[in-house]
């Protein structure tokens, strides 16, 4: 089955403690990328990439970072978690440019930062 | 990517067919139009897409302006399963690759 995986789904931490959530596709899409979704703000992109190596900033990019080292996966990395950054997040992949005409979203991850 | 706007909310009766507007009035010619819907507590997922003609799949139908300043998604029986929020989308092919830009979206409830 064609799936876009999260973990953890739920996360409740403490401020400055460093976390990873993780995202993994089978689909062998070429792009990825993280959205945060807010109440009254939407689906915001924080960072996104083109393929194996390639990274770029999206929206709201401030206080995370990201890495695509294989092609199926790119983690989200927070050093030092602050309470602004208790969100929802998702995780999407999709076929390149163009063609990417329909994007595979992930569950969702919770996270709470106290 | 030029602005959208849709209704807050909507509602339905379950069986009757919906029709969701959405407004793009600054549209370009390299826009296409994208529906994506979101389910209580689930990601985003894909309906429908469109350029300039009208298209079916096997989830909904898009009705496209001739002008391309307006277009709708049809749900043509409605289900419980179809309440959402759905999202009406402009990608510019030429520009923002695959990146998508959400608004608030239309909140649709659908009565049994």
């Known amino acids: 089955e064609a799936q876009v995986t999260q973990n953890p789904r739920y996360l409740i931490t403490v401020t400055g403690k460093k976390l990873t959530v993780t995202c993994s596709q089978n689909m062998n899409h070429e792009y990825m990328s993280w959205y945060r979704q807010d109440p009254g703000l939407g689906l915001r992109q924080i960072y996104y990439s083109m393929n194996v190596e390639v990274t770029d900033k999206g929206d709201v990019p401030e206080g995370y970072k990201v890495s695509r080292k294989e092609k199926r996966n790119f983690p989200l990395i927070l050093e030092s978690p602050s309470p602004n950054q208790t969100s929802l997040y998702f995780c999407?992949?999709?076929?390149?440019?163009?063609?990417?005409?329909?994007?595979?979203f992930g569950p969702g991850t919770r996270l709470t930062v106290t | 990517d030029a602005k959208t706007t849709q209704p807050n909310s909507m509602e339905s009766n379950e069986e009757e067919p919906v029709h969701l507007p959405c407004n793009h009035s600054?549209?370009?010619?390299?826009?296409?139009i994208h529906w994506y819907r979101q389910l209580p507590s689930q990601g985003p997922e894909y309906v429908i897409h469109?350029?300039?003609s009208n298209v079916n799949n096997r989830m909904a139908s898009l009705a496209i302006a001739e002008d391309r300043k307006s277009s709708t998604l049809i749900l043509h029986r409605a289900t419980l399963r179809d309440a959402a929020v759905y999202y009406c989308?402009?990608?510019?092919?030429?520009?923002?690759?695959?990146?998508?830009?959400f608004g608030e979206g239309t909140q649709l409830t659908v009565n049994p």
């Open positions: 600054t549209i370009s010619g390299t826009d296409y």
């Open positions: 999407a992949s999709s076929r390149r440019l163009a063609d990417s005409y329909e994007q595979y």
């Open positions: 469109g350029l300039t």
């Open positions: 989308i402009l990608r510019d092919r030429e520009t923002s690759g695959s990146r998508l830009t």
